[in-house]
């Protein structure tokens, strides 16, 4: 059964930085499709950073946000540099398997910037 678990979430000041990590179990990240997301009070989930043969980044954290993967640990991570006030959310990871483009979502992490 596949499995995702997300950390890192906290508060922190405007122009601070986090790392948000998810370590996934029963799917392997390097081989699959990874990505997070991220969901504002009263705003629609919105896709933040993909990785999957290369990486994309939305627009709103180009040159801020980074998504990276440790084959090691299985793991995905997304550096949070600058962070604003309107970064706030809770952020999900995201695994599609490539192989029956199942998708799996894990359980969220808030991030709180505060001004």
């Known amino acids: 059964q596949v499995q995702l678990v997300e950390s890192g979430g906290g508060l922190v000041q405007a122009g601070g930085s986090l790392r948000l990590s998810c370590a996934a179990s029963?799917?392997?990240?390097?081989?699959?499709?990874m990505a997070w997301y991220r969901q504002a009070p009263g705003k629609q989930r919105e896709l933040v950073a993909s990785?999957?043969?290369?990486?994309n980044h939305a627009d709103s954290v180009k040159g801020r946000f980074t998504i990276s993967t440790n084959d090691a640990k299985n793991t995905v991570y997304l550096q949070m540099n600058s962070l604003k006030p309107e970064d706030t959310a809770v952020y999900y990871c995201?695994?599609?398997?490539?192989?029956?483009?199942?998708?799996?979502w894990g359980q969220g992490t808030q991030v709180t910037v505060s001004s």
């Open positions: 995201h695994a599609r398997a490539r192989s029956t483009f199942s998708g799996y």
């Open positions: 990785i999957s043969r290369g990486t």
């Open positions: 029963a799917i392997i990240c390097t081989s699959n499709a």
